[in-house]
């Protein structure tokens, strides 16, 4: 492009002018035309400058003491200044604040994948899935970045899970102990952890202990006397009941006579048990989990949970593993599988906000780690209880950035809804596809109830698909994995406001954030919104920051992967029952 000013001057830019002003311009050309031209040729008239020292004009130097002595001072002053700068670096390495480095266990950060193994996969085709059938989707689930898999049941129980029948057997149904001992190898090749339930609340009234207990005035049973809360003086309740026609009552789990409570207080009950936990070490599991435990002890009318008496019992279990396996595992959890959010609650931003931030002040004590959980084989899947797969969605991305373990659901990932018939409709089959049955099963009459949405909600389908639930998961679980930010960093909640709240993680050091800051914000409402985002700490002391995206719902419009965000605004606009994460630097 050429201006008034270029045609003045021969096309010559203002840069061009002031580089050769002042300078020697060659004679045997025209002024005029040297003006309009792009090079110079030589003017063999301009005197010569001297030819460069030669060797032998060196030499002559090589030896002089007076260039020695320069030679060695220059040399001198060089190594002085390297040094200088070596020494300044490392200063500015050791006084500039960093991020703690911090070695984590295993279970921090992870996501412990929990699954009903009878409805999760079937590799026979006799209608209910097994260890095998686990044994063949552990790829997948590593796929999605699972870290840890929690096959239930595990121990043979009865039907519900909660009630043992023998603590060193695995139910024939389910594969038996051989299959079980070849899932935890296969877990391990899988470079993933194993838990299993632990049941040490209550076993079955089938149980040889409870059958024996109940018949102690026989000498050959007496041992077995205090096995359980045997009482006269107490009035039934949904916590006591009668001994068939006697006039004996017994304590058990709330409203489930067939689950009588063991009294550890009895040491042949801890000791049992604890011999159970020290087998299935020596098998290889990584880890158990202890449900239900506000029933391990009770009040004397058994309608409340004995605290001091819990702690006793877990101290117990705990110094034993530590005992056992030679090492400290730390880890104290809190379910609040039945408090995120009824439908009927009519405000799941709010509900979900006032609970999470109660929780995360209570976590924030030492030693106390949090094990997230939105659902579990006990309790209504989250979509159904929450009447929408896209809050439950949102929820998901929530957990997955919250301090500690998340632990998921099979079928959550997916935004699975409780299946249509069944007496434990959580746990319907697991839909992996579009064909019979969703995959889990040949069998032409399985034993399990598929869900009818499969066609269109189903694994396959979710993980091929640019946005969905799925992919969401997916990029978050991978997210966590060593992510200190996430795993150690400190958070912070937003107040809940039009029906939307976020969710920040960073990590700090004495004075300053440091490193990657990492945000979740939710619109569970029906309209688009601008959500501030100036009330995050990292953010308010910034100015100008530029951002990135990293996962969107499958609900998103705004936004989408990969995409740069500017953040100089302090606020972000998100759509109707829209979710994202994006991170920033500071």
């Not at 899970?161 to 102990?177: F, H, I, M, T």
């Not at 084989?377 to 209880?385: D, G, K, M, P, W």
Request: glycine residues 6%; aromatic residues 10%; proline residues 4%.
């Amino acid at each position: 492009m050429a201006d008034s000013g270029r045609h003045e001057r021969g096309f010559k830019t203002d840069s061009y002018i002031t580089a050769i002003q002042g300078n020697y311009i060659p004679t045997t050309l025209p002024k005029e035309e040297v003006l309009q031209r792009e090079e110079f040729l030589p003017d063999e008239s301009r005197p010569v400058d001297s030819a460069p020292l030669t060797r032998d004009d060196l030499e002559e130097y090589k030896d002089d003491p007076k260039w020695k002595c320069i030679r060695r001072f220059l040399c001198f002053i060089c190594c002085l200044i390297w040094l200088f700068l070596l020494l300044l670096a490392l200063y500015l390495i050791i006084s500039t604040p960093g991020c703690t480095a911090i070695v984590n266990k295993w279970w921090q950060g992870g996501v412990i994948y929990q699954l009903w193994t009878p409805s999760f996969q079937d590799s026979d085709g006799d209608g209910i899935g097994d260890f095998d059938g686990v044994n063949n989707r552990l790829s997948d689930l590593r796929k999605i970045g699972v870290t840890a898999v929690f096959p239930r049941p595990f121990i043979s129980t009865e039907e519900s899970g909660q009630g043992v029948v023998d603590y060193k057997s695995v139910d024939a149904s389910l594969g038996g102990l051989s299959q079980a001992k070849k899932l935890i190898d296969k877990i391990h090749n899988q470079d993933l952890k194993i838990i299993i339930d632990l049941p040490v609340v209550a076993t079955s009234d089938q149980h040889e202990w409870f059958q024996k207990s109940a018949k102690a005035s026989l000498p050959e049973n007496s041992q077995f006397a205090s096995y359980y809360y045997w009482k006269r003086n107490v009035e039934p309740s949904s916590n006591v009941n009668y001994y068939k026609n006697s006039s004996v009552l017994y304590f058990h789990v709330k409203d489930k006579p067939n689950l009588p409570i063991l009294n550890w207080k009895n040491e042949n009950v801890s000791n049992s048990v604890k011999d159970a936990i020290s087998f299935w070490i020596d098998q290889g599991v990584d880890g158990f989990h202890l449900g239900f435990v506000e029933h391990l002890a009770r009040t004397p009318d058994a309608q409340n949970a004995d605290w001091d008496e819990i702690v006793k019992i877990l101290k117990g279990v705990r110094e034993h593993i530590d005992t056992y396996v030679n090492e400290s595992v730390s880890e104290k959890g809190k379910d609040i599988a039945n408090k995120i959010c009824y439908e009927s609650e009519n405000n799941v931003a709010g509900c979900s906000n006032e609970i999470l931030s109660d929780l995360l002040v209570f976590h924030t004590y030492d030693g106390v780690y949090p094990v997230w959980e939105l659902g579990n084989a006990f309790t209504s899947r989250l979509a159904s209880r929450i009447k929408s797969r896209i809050h439950g969605e949102l929820l998901t991305m929530i957990q997955m950035l919250l301090p500690g373990t998340s632990m998921v659901y099979y079928g959550e990932e997916l935004g699975l809804k409780d299946s249509e018939s069944s007496a434990f409709p959580q746990r319907g089959g697991m839909q992996w596809d579009d064909s019979q049955n969703a995959g889990f099963s040949t069998s032409p009459d399985p034993k399990i109830p598929i869900s009818s949405d499969f066609k269109n909600i189903n694994f396959n389908n979710q993980f091929h698909e640019e946005l969905s639930s799925l992919q969401s998961f997916k990029t978050l679980a991978r997210l966590r994995k060593d992510n200190r930010a996430l795993i150690n960093g400190q958070t912070y909640i937003s107040k809940a406001f039009n029906n939307a709240f976020s969710l920040c993680r960073f990590e700090q050091t004495e004075k300053s954030t440091c490193g990657k800051v990492y945000v979740g914000v939710v619109n569970f409402g029906k309209r688009e919104i601008i959500h501030s985002l100036a009330d995050l700490p990292p953010l308010s002391k910034n100015e100008n920051i530029q951002g990135e995206i990293l996962v969107v719902n499958s609900n998103a419009r705004n936004w989408e992967p990969r995409q740069k965000i500017d953040l100089s605004e302090k606020s972000i606009k998100l759509g109707p029952e829209e979710g994202v994460v994006f991170y920033f630097k500071v």
